[in-house]
Every structure is written in C-alpha cells, then in structure tokens.
C-alpha cells in the first residue's frame, strides 16, 4: 500500500515538471520562431496548465477505466472551484472583472449543462452512452470558446497573457526540454493511473472515488499553486481566470479528447458530483453579480471551501 502511496505521488511530481519543462521548451521554440505572445498564451500556456489531467484522462481512456477519466474530469473542476478558489478567497476577498462576472462564468456553466445533457442521452435514461458524437461536440464548442477569447484579447488592450520569463537558450536545451517535457507527462500519467487503480483495488473502494480524491487533487496542483500565488500577490484576477478557464478547459477539451479515444457506458452516479459543479458554479454567479461590487468575501470563500471538505468526508466514509 505504501509504494503504490509513494508513486502516485512520484508521478504527480513528474506530471508537474513534465507540464512545465513542456511549457518552457514550446514557448521558447514558439518565440524563437515570432509567434506572438497572445497566440502562445491562449495554445501553450493554457495547454500546460491543463496537460496533467489531459496525459491521465488520455492513458486512462486507453486502458478503459471510464471512472476514472469522468472522476479526474468532474473532481478536478470541483477542486478548482470549492478548494482553489474558496482558499485564494479565505486569503484575499476576490473582486473580478465585469466581463469575467457576465461572461466566463456563464460560458463556463453552460459547458458544465451541456456536458450533464451529454452525458445522459438528454433523456436521463438508466444507462447512458458517450459517443465519439458527443466528443466532436465538445470539440467545437472549444474551438469556439478559443475564437471567444482570442477576440476578447485582441480588443482588449488591458489584458495581459501569463508568459513564462525565458531565457535565450540554444535549439538543442530547447527539443531536450520538450523531450523531457513530454517524458515527464507520459511516464507521471501511467504512474498516477496505475497505482490510483491499485489503491482502490487495496482499500476496496471504486475507481470513482480514488478519481474524485486523489487523482483530481493531484492533477488540479499546477491550478492550486498558481492561484493561491496569485492571490497572496493580490492578483485576483488571475486567480479567478486560472480556476474558471481550466474548467472551460477540462470540459470542452479534456473531455472531447477523452471521449474520442474511448467512448462508452456512462456511470449515472455521477451526476451527483455534476449537479454539485452546477449548483458550486451558480452560487458563484450569484456572489459575484449581486451587491454593487463583484465580490467574492472570505465568508463565501469560505462556504465554499467548507462545503466540499465535508463533501468528500461523506464520499470516504460512505464508500467505505
């Protein structure tokens, strides 16, 4: 039981590094090669950041473990939503701006709706499928939320794209940094999805918990760092764009791309988990559009981080 413990946690440090490594070696090739710092924003950057639940969900549908590719998907927004935004609120009340408030925010619930209809055949039937259908829709609508950002960007000269500060370095570190990137993905992947399968089978727990818990924690780390950082530097805007983009992010592509390798039977009991994404997302809404100012208080963070600490206590403990 300890090794398993002690690789998952190996692999989560090599999907980390691995992302990053990714991150610096494509944003230097991309720079070299004058592509502008809008374009490798909205492709490299927001890829990164995402990369460790795309390699899980990835290995994961290609060893058929359908729980744990929605559980990762559907945990991780959850994390980011409930544990990373209510904490980046307990440390700093979390004002945003309008278009955030009025416009992603929506974006990102009304991908969460679509993805609930999806999932259940719109009829909420006993037994769902996930056609490859369902993932070329999915696919579209986050072609078209990169044309939305892409256009809100480029009007918008106040916004600026997080690009890492990378030194000139020569073309052979920048490939070995790509190589190492993608090596760190790939072996952090199969390490997470193997031996979370293992812990499960250990304690006697299904693949959706261990893809609600553990491994949607640990993918949602790059996500957790960089907004909690963000709000100690009172860059709430960051913080809350970080949270919500990634979930727009783990929807509309994590999902597609997962649902395009393997698609399947869908397990209904999680719709619970969706319901609760719906319901966390809403009340987010709501904070941030009433009042005069959009604000996010620590009191509200705080519901937010409290209700799903609780939330997975009573997953564990029913399951086992």
Request: a neutral charge.
């Amino acid at each position: 039981m300890i090794i398993p413990i002690l690789l998952v946690i190996a692999g989560f440090v090599s999907l980390i590094y691995g992302a990053k490594w990714l991150v610096e070696g494509a944003a230097t090739l991309a720079r070299k090669h004058r592509v502008s710092d809008l374009v490798i924003g909205l492709t490299i950057v927001a890829f990164g950041t995402s990369a460790p639940e795309l390699v899980v969900n990835i290995i994961a549908s290609v060893q058929e473990h359908s729980d744990i590719v929605l559980g990762n998907i559907i945990g991780s927004n959850n994390f980011n939503l409930f544990i990373i935004l209510g904490l980046s609120g307990l440390i700093l009340p979390i004002a945003i701006q309008s278009s955030t408030a009025w416009k992603e925010i929506p974006i990102s619930l009304l991908a969460t709706v679509i993805m609930l209809f999806l999932l259940n055949d719109f009829t909420f039937p006993e037994q769902s499928f996930i056609s490859r259908v369902d993932g070329v829709i999915m696919l579209a609508l986050f072609l078209l939320f990169l044309y939305y950002v892409f256009i809100q960007m480029k009007n918008d000269r106040d916004i600026q794209t997080t690009i890492p500060t990378i030194p000139i370095i020569p073309p052979s570190r920048i490939w070995g940094l790509i190589a190492a990137g993608m090596a760190g993905l790939i072996i952090g992947g199969r390490l997470v999805v193997t031996n979370s399968i293992s812990i499960a089978e250990s304690l006697g727990v299904s693949e959706k918990i261990i893809g609600l818990t553990i491994v949607a924690a640990g993918t949602s780390l790059p996500e957790l760092a960089t907004s909690v950082v963000a709000a100690l530097k009172k860059n709430v805007d960051i913080a809350v764009g970080n949270v919500i983009g990634s979930n727009i992010f783990n929807i509309l592509f994590v999902f597609a791309i997962s649902i395009l390798i393997n698609p399947g039977a869908y397990n209904s009991n999680f719709n619970q988990e969706i319901f609760i994404l719906i319901g966390g997302t809403c009340f987010l809404l709501l904070f941030m559009l009433s009042g005069q100012r959009k604000k996010l208080d620590r009191w509200e963070a705080g519901l937010l981080f409290g209700f799903y600490i609780l939330y997975m206590i009573y997953l564990v403990i029913q399951e086992l």
